[in-house]
Every structure is written in C-alpha cells, then in structure tokens.
C-alpha cells in the first residue's frame, strides 16, 4: 500500500507564498512521477504540477507557470510545491498524487489553500 501525507495548508493574503509538502511511504518504488492538483468549490479537480522522479523534469499548468515550483527530495520520497504570489483563483483543495508502473495513481488526503483579496 501507498501512504501519502500532505502538510502545508494555509490561509494567506493575495500576493503572500506558501509551501505545500507531500510525503510519500509504503510500496513506492516502482513509482515514476509525483504531482499536485487542485479542486476548487463547485468545480472539477485540474492538474497543477508533476515532476518526474527520474531525472527531475517539471511540468506545469499554463495557470501556475512562473509563480508555483515543484521539487523534491529523493531520498525523503517527499515532493514539494512553493506558491508565489498567490490569488484568490488559486484558493483550493491541493492533492498530492504519486504515480506507479501499471497506471496506477494514488492520492493524499488533500490541503485547504485559502487566498484572500
């Protein structure tokens, strides 16, 4: 089984940063890429950010780009997303996802990001 521990939440002022942690545990080594999505009030979940885990390269929503970085920390098996200047657009339920050989994607429990005008 895989466990994934999310931490970081937060309420904060437009313009303000945050940095979401997702710590991943149990049978991950056939795991390829870890990730972020997000799910507003009244709407459906949408990808944020992925890296993958051999060789590190990031990809990112158009939405994100340039104010949200994702990295890592191998040996902790721990992904992280730091949000810059934040808006109340971004305000959300952020996930973390880890994704195994054979289609498999798991999903952590999720953290409320609220953003204020």
């Known amino acids: 089984q895989v466990q994934l521990v999310e931490s970081g939440g937060g309420l904060v002022q437009a313009g303000e940063s945050l940095r979401l942690s997702c710590a991943a545990s149990g049978r991950t080594a056939t795991g390829y890429a870890m990730g972020w999505f997000r799910q507003a009030p009244g709407k459906e979940r949408e990808w944020v950010a992925t890296?993958?885990?051999?060789?590190?390269?990031?990809y990112y929503a158009d939405s994100v780009k340039d104010r949200f970085t994702i990295s890592r920390d191998k040996y902790k098996m721990t992904v992280y997303l730091q949000m810059n200047s934040l808006q109340p657009e971004d305000t959300a339920v952020y996930y973390c996802?880890?994704?195994?050989?054979?289609?498999?994607?798991?999903w952590g429990q999720g953290t409320q990001v609220t953003v204020s005008s």
């Open positions: 890296m993958r885990w051999s060789g590190g390269s990031t």
């Open positions: 996802n880890l994704d195994l050989l054979g289609d498999k994607r798991y």
